[in-house]
């Protein structure tokens, strides 16, 4: 027996196993729209009239099992009555696997995420491949929405309510091996291995996992609704209900549900069409776009990069090399002291042992990791990442040693934060093969990297550049040479506003609550600490001189008696075992409150503004985009322009004029303003 369709195709083996096999037409990855699942329901009935021994579902792509729903159908917003009917879609085709009258089995590969994973509890047994493509999880959370296809009720039964949720309200993914130990998968095998692994089991038919006493206890009704109270804590404390009302609605979904399947099913539905409608999902799915057109800007397949040259083995230097060892690539590290590079390379083991948890994995990532005191592999390397301390004469300097020894096709990449790439490049040569590439710190955590073209780059660095970004899997954002370049230009003024509410007598926990509650994920005091004051004080006076921002004396005060920051133990907080020390302010009142976010993030609208206008980057998406990924800017919000026309521009331009009449012309609106009123939203 064998069956095509578009997205689906069915053989029955001559052992008397059956194979179904998804593919979905015109699409990278397997995505579950309702056209695929419509026909999926169809072929499973087929399927019933002709049962097989056992059935195996599989992809027909390299590229994963199944990435979870369409994301396309949620945007523009769908109505809650086509929401609802294609959550009740996604929720009878997971029946339908259950219900057959034979065992059956998901074999996986790659990613199996969101509605697939969904797909896969429906089956009687779980094999994951044993590999690093292989990513498991219920990432819905991250788009504003919770497990809609039944994955509520399958996953806590089958592992438990407590490591269910757990994986749920965090939406993380987890490797082969973890699944397995969690019980979320039955065997973690490797690839050789798969098809003889999915025959036995689907021929020995052993029990259905189940979980453990303990884990299971917190499926009972009194349990539930002791625990939940306690989770909503611990929720609140980094998701607020008002800003991500999903896993909220998931522990609510829980307590009151959770010892009846159906009735848990039915108020899963109405729960994830209620909040797909809302507007943190719809601004997390805007977010969950823009990723995707930050990933579709590299435009060349190969960077033509194997071995990478860093040189500085600083903090963001090291962080650099290390990135760039651990995703596959041959990396020198020069600095001039022996000492730092050890450190760097100490710093960098941690990481691949963090991340890899494999001895022999971990070597294999060291051995590509090389010092290089003297820089003798320049000649060799296909691109070299200067990242020493911000100082134009430096850099320069270390150009003019460079450049005659890279070999012709050879990029040049500067890490520069701050200084515009036409300074940089007076020394060259060849002035057309610089680029910046300006990495956050911590590299291993923050996705953006600014891809930055000088008014002499050529066309093919950037497109390089790009393609290398994307190769160490970070999101690549074209930027303008202009002091500051985007993230730095948009954030400094709010940093600076922070400082000046702490130079009128605002306490710096207060400041900082102000920013949380807006939606940041840290303070800007607690972040400037974090950053370093030095630093922060030599970026604002780049972008001071170039843009005429006041640099407050306090801040200039503390780096001048060596208050650094978290670095030193000291600066606007005093920091132990790497945590400020905030003192009790009290209820901060509700005009206040609001007051001091306004001048916080007005300060940051308007600079926005003003990149627009200038051209720092193409468009306002990718300004939001940028934001979003460099600086964690609040992405239930969309973005700091996509916020700012939900406010409306005219609103914002009313309240600048207002905090202008009462603090200084520093609020007065860009005229990139009036720009942003004749665009479309």
């Known amino acids: 027996m064998e069956i095509r369709k578009t997205h689906w195709s069915y053989r029955q083996r001559d052992d008397g196993f059956g194979e179904l096999v998804i593919d979905v037409r015109d699409r990278g990855a397997n995505v579950l729209s309702p056209e695929v699942l419509e026909e999926l329901l169809a072929l499973l009935e087929a399927v019933r009239d002709q049962p097989p021994k056992g059935m195996i579902l599989r992809s027909g792509k390299r590229s994963g099992f199944i990435a979870g729903a369409d994301v396309s159908r949620f945007s523009p917003m769908p109505s809650r009555e086509e929401a609802l009917a294609f959550i009740h879609l996604g929720q009878r085709a997971a029946d339908a696997i259950e219900a057959l009258p034979f065992p059956t089995l998901a074999l996986i590969q790659g990613y199996c995420l969101g509605g697939g994973l969904e797909l896969a509890l429906a089956c009687d047994y779980r094999i994951a491949c044993d590999d690093e493509r292989t990513r498991i999880g219920l990432p819905e959370v991250r788009l504003g929405i919770h497990p809609g296809f039944g994955g509520t009720v399958r996953l806590t039964r089958l592992i438990g309510g407590l490591p269910a949720l757990e994986l749920m309200l965090t939406g993380r993914a987890l490797r082969a091996r973890q699944a397995k130990r969690a019980g979320v998968v039955d065997h973690a095998v490797p690839e050789r291995l798969l098809e003889q692994a999915a025959i036995e089991m689907l021929r020995q038919r052993p029990p259905r996992h189940q979980p453990s006493r303990w884990a299971a206890l917190g499926n009972r009704t009194p349990i539930r609704q002791l ?82 040259h860093v040189v500085g083995a600083g903090v963001m230097g090291g962080d650099i090399a290390a990135w760039c060892a651990l995703r ?108 910046g590439l300006h990495f956050f710190n911590p590299v291993a955590k923050m996705q953006l990297v600014e891809v930055v073209r000088g008014e002499r780059s050529a066309p093919e660095a950037i497109e390089r550049g790009l393609a290398f970004v994307r190769a160490i899997d970070r999101l690549p954002l074209p930027v303008a040479s202009r002091p500051g370049f985007l993230v730095n230009r948009v954030l400094m003024p709010y940093l600076l506003e922070a400082v000046e509410l702490v130079e009128e007598g605002v306490p710096p926990e207060v400041v900082d609550h102000a920013a949380r509650d807006f939606g940041m994920p840290m303070g800007p005091i607690e972040l400037a600490d974090t950053v370093g004051l030095d630093i922060c004080l030599h970026v604002g006076e780049i972008l001071g001189e170039a843009f005429g921002m006041a640099v407050p004396d306090r801040l200039r005060e503390l780096v001048e008696a060596g208050h650094l920051g978290r670095k030193q133990g000291r600066g606007f907080y005093v920091w132990r075992k790497g945590r400020p020390v905030r003192r009790r302010t009290g209820r901060t009142a509700p005009a206040q409150l609001a007051e001091l976010q306004e001048r916080l993030i007005d300060r940051m609208l308007n600079e926005a503004a003003a990149c627009l206008r200038e051209g720092v980057v193409e468009d306002a998406d990718l300004l939001d985009a940028g934001m979003i990924f460099g600086t964690g800017f609040a992405p239930f919000r969309g973005g700091p322009m996509h916020y700012a026309r939900s406010r409306g521009v005219e609103e914002i331009e009313t309240r600048m004029h207002d905090l202008a009449s009462r603090h200084g012309s520093r609020f007065l609106p860009d005229a990139g303003w009036e720009r942003l009123k004749e665009q479309p939203g």
């Not at 108020?267 to 057109?293: H, K, P, W």
């Not at 691109?383 to 050879?410: G, H, M, N, T, Y």
Request: no cysteine.
């Open 227 to 308: 625990l939940a109270p306690w989770l909503h804590r611990q929720t609140e404390a980094r998701a607020p209900r008002r800003h991500y009302p999903a896993p909220h609605a998931l522990i609510d979904l829980w307590a009151r549900h959770g010892g009846e399947p159906r009735a848990m099913l039915a108020a899963e539905a109405e729960s994830v069409a209620d909040l797909i409608v809302g507007e943190t999902a719809q601004n997390l799915v805007r977010v969950f776009f823009l990723q995707e057109r930050l990933k579709g800007l590299a435009k060349r397949q190969d960077a033509d990069v194997a071995h990478v």
């Open 328 to 435: 596959g690539f041959r990396v020198t590290l020069q600095d001039q002291s022996m000492d730092r590079v050890a450190a760097a390379i100490g710093r960098a083991a941690q990481l691949f042992r963090k991340r890899l948890r494999d001895p022999r994995k971990v070597t294999a990532v060291l051995d590509r990791l090389i010092p290089d005191i003297r820089g003798d592999h320049v000649p060799r390397a296909d691109l070299v990442i200067e990242a020493i301390f911000e100082d134009p004469q430096a850099k320069q300097a270390l150009f003019s040693s460079l450049e005659p020894r890279l070999k012709p096709e050879a990029l040049l990449a500067t890490n520069t934060s701050s200084i515009p790439l036409e300074q940089l490049a007076e020394v060259l040569e060849r002035p057309e093969r610089l680029l």
